[in-house]
């Protein structure tokens, strides 16, 4: 059974930082696509960043490149969402996708992986 186990959310001011971490389990293969999506509240779920494991290229929506970055942790089956310079508009649930033997087309692959997180709460104020 896959698992995605989101945490790091949480409440900050406009212009921080924060750093969300997926621990996944029960990936079966060491190829896989894994990244992060978001949805804000009366609007449509947006992929923000996705993560080759066998080729390590990273894709990212427009609206978080230059202020995010994802990275992953072999060791420790973990990827990490590094968030900066967050604005109001990136308030949103984020959730972790993985599927095992898919590859990241673009930021909006995690939106369509087959397992996702329980999800985690950022809140951006202005």
């Known amino acids: 059974e896959v698992q995605l186990v989101e945490s790091g959310g949480g409440l900050v001011q406009a212009g921080g930082s924060l750093r969300l971490s997926c621990a996944a389990s029960g990936l079966i293969s060491d190829n896989y696509a894994i990244g992060w999506f978001r949805q804000a509240p009366g609007k449509e779920r947006e992929g923000v960043s996705c993560i080759s494991s066998s080729e390590g290229v990273t894709y990212y929506a427009d609206s978080v490149k230059g202020r995010f970055a994802i990275s992953s942790d072999d060791a420790k089956n973990t990827v990490y969402l590094q968030m900066n310079s967050l604005k109001p508009e990136d308030t949103a649930v984020y959730y972790c996708?993985?599927?095992?033997?898919?590859?990241?087309?673009?930021?909006?692959?995690?939106?369509?992986?087959?397992?996702r997180g329980q999800g985690t709460l950022v809140t951006v104020s202005s």
């Open positions: 996708a993985a599927e095992s033997f898919r590859r990241c087309g673009s930021s909006r692959t995690p939106g369509y992986l087959e397992h």
